[in-house]
């Protein structure tokens, strides 16, 4: 037993079964990987964009989520005077909705991008 675990150490084969959680060096190291296989077929990126979320800012998505997890209708102005522990907790109660809401708003975003007065139109 002791062999077979010296010889995974010695072919840096021990910390491959970590490599699918996100938080371990395995991980990273994939990342890293795959990040410099698409710049050496791509080229470098001229452009480079981290969007957040900012969930509990959008009343629209707040009061699709109060419709959703309550069966209640609750006005955008109602939604702005919500404390953050009951944004979070309707946020938390219905990730689906949360996600595709992003999503939606980041493809929204994106048509911009192109349009004739957008910022890469030529």
């Known amino acids: 037993m002791c062999s077979n675990v010296t ?3 010695s072919k840096d084969q021990a910390f491959k079964t970590f490599a699918g959680v996100r938080s371990s060096s395995e991980y990273w190291k994939n990342q ?3 990040s410099m296989e698409m710049i050496r077929q791509y080229g470098i990126p001229s452009l480079f964009i981290t969007l957040p979320a900012a969930e509990t800012k959008w009343t629209e998505l707040l009061c699709i989520l109060k ?3 309550d069966d209640d209708v609750m006005s955008e102005e109602e939604a702005e ?3 953050y522990d009951e944004k979070a907790s309707l946020i ?3 990730l689906i909705t949360t996600a595709r809401y992003f999503d939606h708003r980041f493809r ?3 048509k911009t991008w192109v349009a004739e007065d957008g910022p890469f139109c030529e």
């Open 32 to 34: 890293k990987k795959n």
């Open 108 to 110: 929204e975003l994106k």
């Open 67 to 69: 419709k959703i997890v």
């Open 7 to 9: 010889g995974q150490l």
């Open 92 to 94: 938390q109660s219905d």
């Open 81 to 83: 005077t919500l404390r």
